[in-house]
C-alpha cells in the first residue's frame, strides 16, 4: 500500500472555488467513509480549513487511486470534476509525507508559521480514528506531523512569521499601526463562536478592546465564551453575548466586526453594512466609483490603445511598436505616425494630409530615425497627466471575514467609509509577506522527519516477515525437542532443558545477524524488496505473515482506542 493525497489549497486555487468546495462536517464524514469503501483505499483522512481541502489515503494503485479521489473530492464538494481538476494537487510517497509536514510546520499556510494548523491537523486525526478510517499508516503519519510541527515551532522562531490568520487580518486592518494601539479603546463584535472566531474574540480582548460582543445561533456558546473572556486573568474586558438577530443594532455601535461562522450563505450584505454605517454616522455611504475617469476632450488617456489611429496590437508584435513612443518605428507611413503623436498629445484634429508626396513622406521617416538614432527613443508629445485618486474618508467600521465560503459581501470592498478585510485579500497581501529568517531552519527539520519517517515505515513494512521467520524458527525447534522426547525418553527435566536452551540459543544466533541486517537494510531507500527476498528464501506462507501485520494493526488500534479513553476521563 501507498500514501497519496489529493487536494487544493489557497496556492493551488482561486477563493471562489476554495468558497464553493467547501466541506461541512457531515460530507467530510461521507466523504471518509466512501473512500475506505472505494476499491483503491484502505484508510483515509480529510485535512479541511479555511484554505485547504485535502484527503489522504493508503491506497494499492496510483493512477486508479488519483481518479478515485478526484472525483470523490468534486462529488462531495459539489464543485464538477471538470472545473475541480485544473485546481487539484497530488502527492505520492515520499512527497506527501514532506507535503503534510511542512503543512504542519505553517510552512504552506497563507501566513507562514501560524499555528492554529497543528489544532486541525489532530481534530483530522480523531475524526479519522472515530469512523475507523485511519490505519496503522494514516496514524503513524498524523502523529508524526504533530510532533515535526511541534518541533519546528519550539526549535526555531518560525513563530515569529505569523501566528494566525486572525493576526494577520487584525494587522491588514490597522495598516500599518500597531493593533494593540489601534485597538485600544474600541468595540467589538464577533460572529460565531466557533475555534476561529474564539480566537478572534480572545485576541481583541488582549489587544486591549473595551468591549466584546459575542453573536451566535447556539446562544449557550456565545455565553460560554463570553464568560472566558471576562473571568480571564491576562484582559479586563467587558464581554457579553447577544442572539443572531441583534446583528444589526450590534454592528451600529461597533468599531471593528469579525466574522466567522459555518453558514452557507452571506451573514451580512452590503445593503446591512451600509445600514449600520449610516446609522452610525448620520450620514448616507457612498458607494465607491471604480470605473476609470475619461480623460479631457472625451478622449482616452495615452497608454491605452482605444482611440489610436494605429493597429497597435499588430504593430507592436511586428515592430517593436510601444504606445508610449519608447521604440522606433521604421517604416510606418509618415502621416499614420504624425496622427499618433495627435493621440498622445490627446489632440483631436486629423493631421492626415492627402497632398504629402512619397518623397516627403519618406523624408520624415528619415528625420524620426535619425532623431532615434541619437537619442536612443522616439519623442513624445506629451506625457500623460498623473491620475488623482479621490480621498477616501476614514474608515467607520473594521470588518475582518474569516470564513470560508465568505460570511461578508465583497460588495462592501467599495462602500466609502468601510475597511473589509476576507480570505481573498488577506490572500494577496500573504504574498508580499516577508519570509521569517528561521524558514530554512524548519525546512530542514522537515526533511529530516520525512527521512525518519521513510525509514521507520520501510522496517516496519519488513517486521511482519522478520516476526513469521523467527515463528517459523521456533516451530521447528519445537518438533525437533518433541521428536527428541521420543527417541530418548528417558531424559530427566534437566537435561530436557539444557538440550532445548542449547537449540534454541543455536537459532537466535543464527538469525540474529541476517535479521537485524535485513532491517537496517529495509530502512534504507529502496530496501522495500528485501522482506520479498527473505520471504522467497525462507519459504515463508504469506498467510502467516499477513496474519502477523493483520494482530499488529489491531494492536495499534487498541492503543490508540484506548488513548481516546483516557483523554475523556
Not at 481 to 500: M, N
Amino acid at each position: 500500500m501507498s500514501l497519496l493525497v489529493v487536494g487544493l489549497s489557497h496556492r493551488s486555487a482561486p477563493v471562489s472555488v476554495l468558497e464553493r468546495a467547501t466541506l461541512t462536517a457531515d460530507a467530510q464524514v461521507k466523504l471518509l467513509q466512501d473512500t475506505v469503501a472505494a476499491e483503491p483505499a484502505t484508510e483515509a483522512a480529510v485535512l479541511a480549513t479555511c484554505n485547504r481541502i485535502e484527503l489522504y489515503a493508503d491506497v494499492d494503485k496510483f493512477h486508479a487511486g488519483v481518479a478515485e479521489l478526484s472525483t470523490l473530492l468534486a462529488q462531495h464538494s459539489g464543485v464538477g470534476l471538470e472545473e475541480l481538476t485544473p485546481y487539484l494537487y497530488v502527492h505520492y510517497e515520499d512527497r506527501a509525507v514532506h507535503h503534510l509536514f511542512s503543512v504542519a510546520c505553517g510552512l504552506d499556510s497563507m501566513v507562514v508559521g501560524e499555528g492554529q494548523i497543528l489544532g486541525q491537523i489532530k481534530d483530522a486525526l480523531a475524526t479519522a480514528q472515530e469512523l475507523h478510517t485511519a490505519g496503522r499508516l494514516l496514524n503513524d503519519l498524523f502523529q508524526q506531523a504533530l510532533r515535526t510541527g511541534k518541533r519546528a515551532h519550539s526549535e526555531t522562531g518560525i513563530d515569529r512569521a505569523g501566528q494566525s490568520l486572525v493576526t494577520f487580518g487584525l494587522e491588514q486592518l490597522s495598516a500599518g499601526t500597531a493593533v494593540e494601539a489601534w485597538a485600544k479603546g474600541k468595540r467589538a463584535l464577533v460572529i460565531g463562536a466557533g475555534s476561529m472566531s474564539s480566537l478572534a474574540a480572545a485576541t481583541l480582548a488582549r489587544a486591549g478592546v473595551a468591549e466584546v460582543v459575542i453573536a451566535n445561533r447556539t446562544p449557550d456558546r456565545a455565553e460560554r465564551l463570553a464568560q472566558i473572556l471576562t473571568e480571564g486573568d491576562d484582559t479586563d474586558v467587558l464581554a457579553r453575548a447577544v442572539p443572531m438577530d441583534a446583528v444589526p443594532a450590534e454592528l451600529t455601535r461597533a468599531d471593528v466586526a469579525v466574522s466567522c461562522t459555518g453558514a452557507t450563505g452571506l451573514v451580512l450584505t452590503a445593503e446591512a453594512v451600509a445600514a449600520a454605517v449610516e446609522g452610525r454616522t448620520g450620514t448616507p455611504v457612498a458607494v465607491r466609483d471604480e470605473t476609470p475617469a475619461p480623460a479631457a476632450g472625451g478622449l482616452t488617456p495615452a497608454g491605452t490603445d482605444e482611440g489610436c489611429p494605429l493597429d497597435l496590437s499588430a504593430v507592436q508584435g511586428a515592430t517593436g511598436f510601444s504606445v508610449m513612443g519608447e521604440a522606433a518605428v521604421a517604416g510606418m507611413d509618415a502621416a499614420t505616425l504624425e496622427q499618433h503623436a495627435a493621440w498622445v498629445d490627446r489632440g483631436t484634429v486629423d493631421r492626415r494630409d492627402s497632398r504629402r508626396t512619397p518623397e516627403l513622406e519618406a523624408e520624415l521617416i528619415t528625420a524620426l530615425a535619425a532623431t532615434v538614432a541619437a537619442g536612443g527613443r522616439l519623442p513624445e508629445r506629451r506625457r500623460p497627466e498623473p491620475v488623482v485618486e479621490a480621498p477616501r474618508p476614514a474608515p467607520a467600521l473594521a470588518l475582518l471575514d474569516l470564513a470560508m465560503p465568505r460570511d461578508i459581501d465583497a460588495a462592501v470592498h467599495r462602500l466609502l467609509g468601510v475597511r473589509l478585510v476576507d480570505i481573498e485579500s488577506l490572500a494577496e497581501a500573504s504574498a508580499d509577506a516577508p519570509m521569517a529568517a528561521d524558514v530554512d531552519l524548519v525546512r530542514r527539520i522537515v526533511a529530516d522527519e520525512v527521512a525518519a519517517f521513510g525509514a521507520a515505515q520501510r522496517a516496519a513494512h519488513i517486521t511482519p516477515t522478520v516476526v513469521a521467520l523467527r515463528t517459523m524458527a521456533a516451530d521447528v525447534v519445537a518438533n525437533e525437542i518433541a521428536r527428541l522426547d521420543g527417541r530418548l525418553p528417558g531424559l530427566d527435566e534437566k537435561q530436557r532443558g539444557e538440550i532445548t536452551q542449547t537449540v534454541r540459543r543455536v537459532v537466535d544466533k543464527l538469525l540474529h545477524a541476517p535479521t537485524v541486517r535485513v532491517k537496517q537494510l529495509a530502512a534504507e531507500p529502496g530496501g522495500a524488496g528485501y522482506a520479498d527476498a527473505l520471504r522467497t528464501l525462507f519459504d515463508l506462507d504469506p498467510e502467516t505473515v499477513a496474519a502477523v501485520s493483520r494482530a499488529d494493526d489491531r494492536d495499534t488500534s487498541d492503543s490508540t482506542e484506548n488513548a481516546k479513553n483516557r483523554g475523556r476521563q
